[in-house]
């Protein structure tokens, strides 16, 4: 047994009872790979009186890192406590908002509890309460099972907003602070938020925060006026707040949730039906077929020359969805936003009274899809063109300088609201969802309402239901044309409420039409067109996502790059553009963050971002570095500044949503695989969720290197394809989880067969199997 990398005592010794024996053992390590170790020691007894051998399995873990880590834990101000009761004194330029949709007392009391049986054990309510809410809980659940129907359809919406908004307050409730102190400034007054950059919690400006001195019978209703990473300024106090203001005085803190949006959403739901719009939600087939018409003068030759790009344009322009929602199903890279932009110019050019109203679910979005259609602005030479509408509470420096004459912009610092008549004179308008919700709700403006005869809504999939009907119920005439364009097979809309995204809220109206009418979105050009030509990534890198998501459908036709054919590291084999880079490590938290970091991870990130840099000369800001935990993100944006590489991109997958880099490296983080189960029952990070997974590895170009546990990601079958794949293209490095695996076996066997050669006598010679007991010690 000479073929084993385990080394073994020779000579047993024999211990007495309450007796103890010391070994002294030397233990030499090398490692060339970054990460973590662990070395079985074992342990073997033999108990003499009964004949039985135990086995004791000890792991010697070895970390091989960069430079050694060492974090402090720190203290958290949030409480999670309940806001005491207390006179509310307003701010001064208190904004009104509106609580029409009120959610209802019993599924205030439900709702947080779930629908099961058990739901209503333990309340402490009357029996005439416990009643109500029983035939409450009957009727909710029966709606729930039937799915949506036009019958019960606002019914169903309404239960998941307000199962949203209850769960998001209590979440925003975490963060109540206690105890902390404020910075007074010219500008107003100061709060540090630990967290306030990774969205714990996430604040926008104008949002209210309650502020109430300590051993103080008042509460202070203030507006959040400007923020950064991680402090907010809070300003329109009661001129009466700097009587109980000192430098060293406490006070207790509470964010408020602004209702707005949600408001607007069951608006949007109500004029689905007042306004003649069911056949956006319900859509029917035209009784009539329409005929497509081709188009011979294109203004972007790339759509002419690509069969279905092309045929997407005619449809859209024919108009032969009719009412029914026209659907641009766009996998990554194959050109969604280029051709809905034509779509758009030739409404424009074809018909003086067209009028478009593009809506996206981000900012981001929405300012990209502006650049796209500002190239056309001199070519058209039409007045009033286009008009990049912005909240007035969007920070000006955020915007693409580029977009500020075609934006509401005043003296390049502010933005100012525009009027429906205003709106009106412009022939297409670029907004997102939420700031539509202005126009479509805008009551003071009635008399001038304004109508939209087209309306695309880009990234369509990522949009909730409810969101996407704000626009199109609130301001598409009823007889206009409503356009889709996005992929299912990527993310859908961010929701907090496990419980309602499950039921429908993450799911956006695209996804919900394309899989519930097949008899309209399936292989019918009338109604969507798949976009199959994908311009954007090496053939090596869309084999997977092609196979695993769209049927092999995908035709790979990106211009060949030097880099997919190059090992970044200089290790044996790499000469493909996927690479896999086993790290065996743990995640680890600072104190109780929810977030996770990997600096094992973080260490093999940095190895190949110095080669691609000084060894290969890509440019920074052709990399992309993803990961799904926000505290990974921000540790290697601190890496990154000091190393004055901030051009390089670091986000989360839903940041890279849209965008595309030359290079992207994926640090997947997750190293305990015991809470793979965990992640997948909620539909936590990347690891376990197919739409994230499609997102994070069709980003990159010429080269995608993903860094990861395999120990963890082999127990997921879309994982496992990328690392056999890696396998087969010999770009797999770093340790073998395979070896490792055969080396523990290996090890049981080693120790069942020296019992059998232990210098004993025949009579102490083992009567049963061995048993193994395996505990981690570092």
Not at 365 to 376: E, G, K, S
Request: charged share 25%.
């Amino acid at each position: 047994m000479n073929d084993h990398p385990f080394i073994f005592g020779e000579d047993p010794h024999v211990l007495e009872k309450k007796s103890s024996i010391k070994e002294e053992v030397s233990v030499s390590f090398q490692a060339i790979e970054i990460g973590h170790y662990e070395m079985p020691i074992m342990f073997t007894f033999f108990r003499m009186r009964d004949s039985k051998n135990l086995i004791f399995v000890r792991e010697m873990v070895v970390m091989v890192e960069e430079n050694p880590t060492f974090y402090k834990r720190i203290k958290s101000p949030y409480t999670n406590e309940d806001w005491k009761k207390s006179v509310l004194i307003k701010s001064t330029t208190h904004l009104p908002y509106e609580n029409v949709f009120k959610i209802p007392y019993l599924l205030k009391v439900l709702l947080p509890r779930g629908l099961e049986d058990k739901a209503l054990e333990g309340l402490q309510v009357s029996s005439e309460t416990l009643e109500q809410l029983r035939l409450v809980l009957i009727s909710t659940r029966a709606v729930f099972d039937e799915g949506i129907t036009k019958d019960n359809y606002m019914t169903y919406f309404r239960h998941l907003l307000w199962w949203e908004e209850i769960i998001a307050k209590i979440n925003l409730r975490k963060y109540n602070m206690s105890s902390v102190k404020l910075q007074k400034e010219k500008k107003g007054y100061y709060l540090q938020v630990p967290g306030l950059a990774e969205k714990r919690p996430s604040l926008l400006r104008g949002d209210r925060v309650y502020i109430r001195p300590k051993e103080c019978d008042y509460t202070f209703e203030s507006m959040i006026k400007d923020m950064d990473d991680d402090r907010v300024l809070l300003g329109d106090l009661d001129e009466n707040f700097s009587n109980y203001y000192s430098e060293t005085c406490e006070f207790d803190i509470r964010f408020l949730m602004s209702r707005v949006p949600l408001e607007r959403m069951h608006e949007a739901i109500s004029r689905l039906f007042t306004s003649k719009q069911t056949c956006r939600a319900f859509p029917v087939a035209v009784k009539k077929q329409i005929p497509c018409h081709p188009i011979h003068k294109f203004y972007n030759k790339l759509i002419r020359d690509n069969p279905e790009q092309r045929s997407a344009v005619e449809h859209i322009v024919s108009g032969t969805s009719g009412t029914a929602p026209y659907i641009v199903f766009g996998p990554p890279g194959t050109g969604k936003t280029m051709t809905i932009v034509e779509a758009i110019i030739q409404l424009v050019v074809r018909n003086p009274r067209n009028r478009v109203m593009v809506c996206t679910d981000s900012n981001m979005a929405a300012d990209h899809i502006a650049l796209m259609l500002m190239r056309y602005n001199k070519v058209l030479n039409i007045n009033n063109f286009l008009l990049r509408a912005n909240s007035q509470s969007r920070e000006w420096t955020v915007m693409p300088a580029a977009l500020a004459p075609v934006s509401n912009g005043t003296n390049y610092e502010n933005f100012y609201s525009v009027s429906n008549v205003q709106m009106s004179t412009y022939r297409v308008v670029v907004t997102t969802l939420s700031h539509a919700a202005k126009y479509a709700s805008n009551r003071s403006q009635a008399s001038h309402k304004l109508q939209m005869s087209h309306l695309f809504i880009d990234e369509a999939a990522q949009a909730s239901e409810p969101a996407t009907l704000i626009p199109t119920t609130g301001l598409l005439v009823p007889a206009g044309q409503l356009v889709l364009a996005g992929d299912p097979r990527q993310l859908g809309p961010v929701c907090i409420s496990f419980e309602a995204s499950k039921r429908g809220l993450g799911q956006s109206l695209l996804e919900r039409l394309k899989t519930t009418y097949e008899n309209l979105y399936t292989d019918n050009s009338d109604y969507i067109t798949m976009l199959v030509k994908n311009f954007r990534s090496d053939p090596d890198i869309l084999q997977i996502p092609n196979r695993l998501f769209y049927e092999d459908n995908l035709q790979a036709l990106a211009k060949p790059d030097p880099l997919s054919q190059v090992s970044i590291l200089g290790l044996p084999g790499g000469n493909r553009a996927v690479v896999f880079h086993a790290v065996h490590s743990r995640e680890q938290r600072m104190g109780n963050a929810p977030s996770y970091f990997n600096e094992r991870e973080l260490d093999m990130l940095k190895r190949y971002i110095k080669a691609l840099i000084q060894t290969h000369e890509v440019l920074p800001e052709d990399i992309g570095v993803i990961a799904p935990y926000i505290r990974q993100v921000y540790k290697m944006k601190a890496w990154l500044k000091d190393e004055s590489y901030e051009k390089i991109e670091v986000g989360t997958v839903e940041s890279f949503q849209g965008k595309e880099k030359r290079v992207i490296l994926v640090s997947t983080v997750r190293a305990n695989c015991r809470l793979l189960e965990y992640d997948a029952k909620y539909g936590l990070g990347f690891l376990v969720d197919d739409k994230r997974f499609n997102v994070a590895i069709t980003r990159a170009k010429a080269k995608l290197i993903i860094i990861g546990n395999p120990a963890c990601l082999t127990r997921d079958r879309k994982w496992r394809d990328y690392m056999e794949l890696c396998q087969e293209y010999e770009c797999y490095f770093g340790m073998d989880t395979q070896q490792l695996e055969r080396n523990s076996q290996l090890l049981i066997e080693i120790a069942r067969t020296r019992f059998d050669k232990c210098r004993l006598t025949e009579a102490l010679k083992p009567t049963e199997d061995v048993k193994i007991q395996k505990k981690k010690k570092k």
